[in-house]
């Protein structure tokens, strides 16, 4: 199975601009199925970047974020061929990383 | 083609001026003639292909007035659905020939 | 409550009588089939309601229309949302099926790079074969069961298809065989054939209102509208198939659909794709 995360991470001079998109339901735990029947929330509660060891980008998420959610940021002090380690944790307990080479 | 519409007219008015439920409460076997009146039709528009969705729920919701015993109700829902029924088939009809006003040339 | 009833059955009248009305007075003379200049007619009808798109812009629907949706949605291609499908796609299709065999032996060129040759006539069987109709019959050709036509797998192979196809100018081929000239007029009825309560055709929304809102939507032009699927929609959150965009057009305007690859659904396909010969292939596509 190929990964739940795709990440492109690109610097420029001192910035670095990551985007990332990740696969997952994002079920709020509010809308029903086919057959009537409440969808148990999914969703992931914790998206971590990670570089040279230093967190550069947290998030706490709940239900209101979408399904198959896209983020994009920046950051500095990182520079070409450096590690760029995302993962995330949803609430079932099932987790997901990646390590991409900034470009 | 000018029967249908005519047929049509008449059953709007009909309900657009409250006059479909008659004075006295229906009963099953006005439900009956009504849905069977309203259920060939939608049979006929769906052998058209040109079936619309509001007929289809409007019969079901006939049927389930009618499963429930109110029977007021359910005829007014079939007259309805019949009513819309006849009006998809109109428009089967006159589309056979109509579409070609709207091409492009 | 029974203003509102009212009210629906008036609006349905009225708009048989709109269509009475314009029954009338044109007496159309030409009944022969002439795809060639349908074609030419259909293709200079959109060039020139919108002299400033550069015609192979046409494919990419509404973003053709709208510079400020086109600005979202480059930037949204940088990173696709028809990715994972995609790449599910390409696994599917070189995955050998139980009997060891692929899609690849059931498609000339192994199946890459054919996307713009579908739909075809086939002389043998007298009707139009679409690429989805071709895939599932290329599964239960090799003992598999054949998958949903509206979304997930078949969307996900169909991208993959479409995906190695980008770029080629649509090629469909219209036999000198009478079926197939028959296939194209009958997908041309449907196209124009008003129907449902709301009383649309196809063309209603995508010949007349091509680059209009419908609500917080823009219409896209019908030219070229197929050379983009399968597509990635937002409103679906997931992606959608041929199919899929025919069944779900027909019950918005209160119809009731026929089921996927009817003879009418591949008709119309038949005919949407041949009036887009020439413009590029750009699927599988993201719309809002």
Same mark, same amino acid.
């Given at each position: ?18 985007? %990332?998109?990740?696969?997952? $339901? ?5 809308? #029903?199925? =086919? /057959? ?27 239900? %209101?974020?979408?399904?198959? $959610? ?5 950051? #500095?002090? =990182? /520079? ?24 | ?105 | ?288």
């Amino acid at each position: 199975m190929a990964s739940s995360i795709r990440v492109r991470a690109t610097a420029n001079g001192d910035t670095t601009e990551v985007q %990332a998109l990740i696969q997952h $339901p994002m079920d709020t735990g509010f809308v #029903k199925d =086919a /057959k009537g029947e409440l969808i148990p929330a999914h969703y992931i509660q914790q998206l971590k970047f990670e570089c040279n060891g230093k967190d550069v980008f947290v998030a706490d998420w709940g239900t %209101a974020v979408s399904k198959d $959610p896209y983020v994009k940021f920046s950051f #500095k002090g =990182a /520079k070409k061929g450096d590690d760029l380690k995302v993962s995330w944790t949803d609430n079932k307990g099932a987790s997901d990383t990646i390590t991409a080479k900034i470009s | 083609m000018n029967r249908s519409l005519a047929v049509t007219m008449f059953l709007a008015l009909l309900l657009a001026l409250g006059l479909a439920p008659a004075a006295r409460a229906a009963n099953e076997a006005d439900y009956k003639t009504a849905y069977s009146a309203a259920e060939a039709a939608a049979k006929e528009a769906a052998s058209l292909r040109h079936q619309w969705t509001v007929t289809v729920s409007t019969l079901a919701a006939a049927k389930k007035a009618a499963d429930g015993g109110d029977f007021d109700r359910a005829v007014a829902a079939a007259r309805e659905a019949e009513a819309l029924a006849k009006a998809s088939i109109f428009q089967a009809i006159s589309e056979k020939e109509a579409w070609k006003a709207m091409e492009i040339r | 409550m029974k203003a509102a009833r009212t009210s629906i059955l008036l609006g349905s009248l009225s708009a048989a009588l709109v269509a009475l009305a314009l029954t009338s007075p044109r007496v159309v003379a030409a009944d022969k089939v002439d795809p060639v200049a349908d074609a030419k007619a259909f293709q200079n009808f959109f060039f020139q309601k919108f002299p400033t798109v550069k015609h192979e812009d046409f494919v990419n629907g509404p973003y053709s229309m709208n510079e400020d949706m086109k600005r979202q949605w480059q930037e949204k291609e940088e990173f696709p949302p028809y990715e994972f499908a995609l790449d599910a796609g390409k696994e599917m299709f070189v995955t050998p099926f139980k009997n060891g065999k692929t899609y690849a032996d059931c498609f000339p060129n192994g199946g890459i790079g054919i996307r713009q040759n579908y739909p075809y006539f086939d002389e043998k069987e007298g009707k139009v074969v679409t690429l989805e109709l071709a895939l599932n019959r290329c599964r239960e050709a090799n003992g598999e069961a054949p998958y949903s036509y509206v979304k997930d797998e078949m969307a996900s192979l169909t991208a993959y298809m479409a995906f190695t196809s980008r770029g080629k100018p649509m090629d469909i081929k219209i036999p000198d065989d009478p079926r197939a000239l028959a296939a194209f007029e009958n997908g041309k009825r449907y196209f124009y054939t008003r129907r449902g309560q709301m009383n649309f055709s196809c063309a209603s929304c995508h010949v007349q209102s091509p680059g209009e809102r419908i609500r917080a939507e823009i219409l896209a032009p019908a030219l070229g509208i197929l050379n983009a699927m399968p597509i990635y929609r937002s409103e679906w959150s997931g992606m959608g198939t041929t199919s899929r965009r025919f069944v779900t057009c027909n019950s918005q305007t209160r119809a009731v659909p026929l089921e996927p690859q009817a003879d009418e659904y591949r008709d119309v396909e038949y005919f949407l794709s041949y009036v887009a010969n020439g413009l590029p292939i750009s699927g599988p596509g993201a719309r809002p």
